[in-house]
């Protein structure tokens, strides 16, 4: 099984700041004949399911605002949020997609410091 | 608009069996895999497994944790999944929700708004 384990597990920021999580798969998830990362990062509130907010490590889905943002390749990922707003206030989960089991990290709570 | 509902939670005695519904709207269901995740209070997604579509032979895989005891299974003609769950272990007790994997290089892109199953005696 794919392990993923993200760093750090609570992460308080100022508004305006830019907070980054990151993430470490313990093998690649690089689909190489398609040169796509099965890696995604998800944004959870309280009481509401996750919402997806980055696939393929990098692509925003729609509608997602563009202070989020996703790096990374192989086995090491970054979602990085580039200025904090109130509303980002929630747990971050990355994911992925690539091998059964599908597997998600830990979770990272990010909170206004 | 997608939707995915789910349905069926409550409480059940450990060993028992409680069956979960995934009604879905707003896409072509029968392209789509459906994947299962739950969630404990308080702690992390955990994927139970998933069915894909009839392209791929409605393949099953399961997490470790529920192999053998839980089954999914879909019904295209009705737009809905299902969860199985059978010989419920006080581990058990969690959200259910429902998703959706339009393709198998995609995340999950639309969530149901999970089910409640309680195992306690």
């Known amino acids: 099984d794919i392990v993923m384990t993200q760093s750090p597990d609570s992460l308080a920021v100022s508004l305006g700041e830019r907070a980054t999580i990151n993430c470490k798969s313990s093998?690649?998830?690089?689909?190489?004949?398609?040169?796509?990362?099965?890696l995604g990062w998800y944004q959870q509130k309280p009481g509401q399911p996750p919402k997806l907010l980055i696939y393929?490590?990098?692509t925003r889905e729609f509608g997602v605002p563009d202070r989020f943002s996703g790096s990374g390749t192989g086995t090491d990922f970054t979602l990085t949020i580039s200025s904090l707003q109130a509303e980002d206030v929630a747990v971050y989960y990355c994911h992925q997609y690539y091998s059964t089991p599908h597997t998600f990290g830990q979770g990272t709570k990010l909170e206004i410091k | 608009e997608v939707q995915l509902v789910e349905s069926g939670g409550g409480l059940v005695q450990p060993g028992g069996s409680l069956k979960l519904s995934c009604a879905v709207s707003?896409?072509?269901?029968?392209?789509?895999?459906i994947n299962w995740v739950r969630q404990a209070s308080g702690k992390g997604l955990e994927w139970i497994g998933l069915?894909?579509?009839?392209?791929?032979?409605?393949?099953?895989p399961y997490a470790a944790s529920v192999k053998g005891r839980f089954t999914i299974s879909r019904d295209d003609s009705k737009n809905m999944a299902y969860l199985q769950m059978n010989s419920l272990k006080t581990e058990d007790t969690a959200v259910y929700y429902c998703?959706?994997?339009?393709?198998?290089?995609?995340?999950?892109?639309?969530w149901g708004q999970g089910t409640l199953v309680t195992v306690s005696s």
């Open positions: 707003g896409f072509t269901f029968s392209d789509s895999a």
């Open positions: 393929w490590a990098s």
């Open positions: 069915i894909r579509s009839a392209a791929n032979n409605y393949a099953t």
């Open positions: 093998q690649s998830v690089l689909y190489r004949s398609k040169n796509k990362n099965y």
């Open positions: 998703t959706r994997q339009e393709r198998g290089d995609y995340g999950y892109d639309y």
